[in-house]
């Protein structure tokens, strides 16, 4: 349990945390919200840790795409995380506004191999110019 951030997967409303001074594996319970948790050990060493309610754990991606809108527009956006269930983006500001939350859109990028892959995605989030999807 460091004085630097850590981040903790919520599994069963707990966090496993283990101290870095004395190495000592600890459960501690997490309320439904809670963002950060302060843990402190027996050895009395204690740390903050980010709490994660995600299913999938999220890859930090800095990539360019395509969104395709409704109306069959492009718009250029920028991928900043990908997931096993969903993605995340930033979409410029003249787009933005046409853009709601349930929406269905398709975004156009280079795949791994440099093939040009499409996946269809349900808008979950908005705010300001970051735009939250799950694929469908």
Same mark, same amino acid.
Request: charged share 25%.
């Given at each position: 349990?460091?004085?630097?951030?850590?981040? !903790? %997967?919520?599994? #069963?409303?707990?966090?496993?945390?283990?101290?870095?001074? !004395?190495?000592?594996?600890?459960? /501690?319970?997490?309320?439904? #919200?809670?963002?950060?948790? *302060? *843990?402190? !050990?027996?050895? =009395?060493?204690? #740390?903050?840790?980010?709490?994660?309610?995600?299913?999938?754990?999220?890859?930090? %991606? %800095?990539?360019?795409?395509?969104? *395709?809108?409704?109306? /069959?527009?492009? /718009?250029?956006?920028?991928? !900043?995380?990908?997931?096993? %269930?969903? *993605? #995340?983006?930033?979409?410029?500001?003249?787009?933005?506004?046409?853009?709601?939350? =349930?929406?269905?859109?398709?975004?156009?990028?280079? =795949? &791994?191999?440099?093939?040009?892959?499409?996946?269809?995605?349900?808008?979950?989030?908005?705010? &300001?110019?970051?735009? =939250? &999807?799950?694929?469908?």
């Amino acid at each position: 349990m460091s004085g630097q951030l850590k981040s !903790c %997967s919520v599994k #069963g409303g707990m966090i496993r945390v283990t101290c870095t001074r !004395c190495s000592k594996t600890k459960y /501690a319970e997490v309320t439904p #919200g809670t963002r950060r948790k *302060v *843990v402190r !050990c027996s050895c =009395g060493m204690s #740390g903050t840790y980010k709490v994660n309610y995600r299913r999938d754990i999220r890859e930090n %991606s %800095s990539s360019r795409a395509q969104v *395709v809108l409704t109306n /069959a527009r492009e /718009a250029p956006i920028r991928l !900043c995380d990908t997931s096993a %269930s969903g *993605v #995340g983006f930033t979409i410029p500001r003249e787009f933005a506004h046409s853009l709601y939350r =349930g929406q269905e859109i398709r975004i156009k990028y280079k =795949g &791994g191999s440099g093939s040009l892959a499409q996946r269809r995605i349900r808008i979950r989030n908005i705010t &300001g110019t970051r735009i =939250g &999807g799950q694929y469908s």
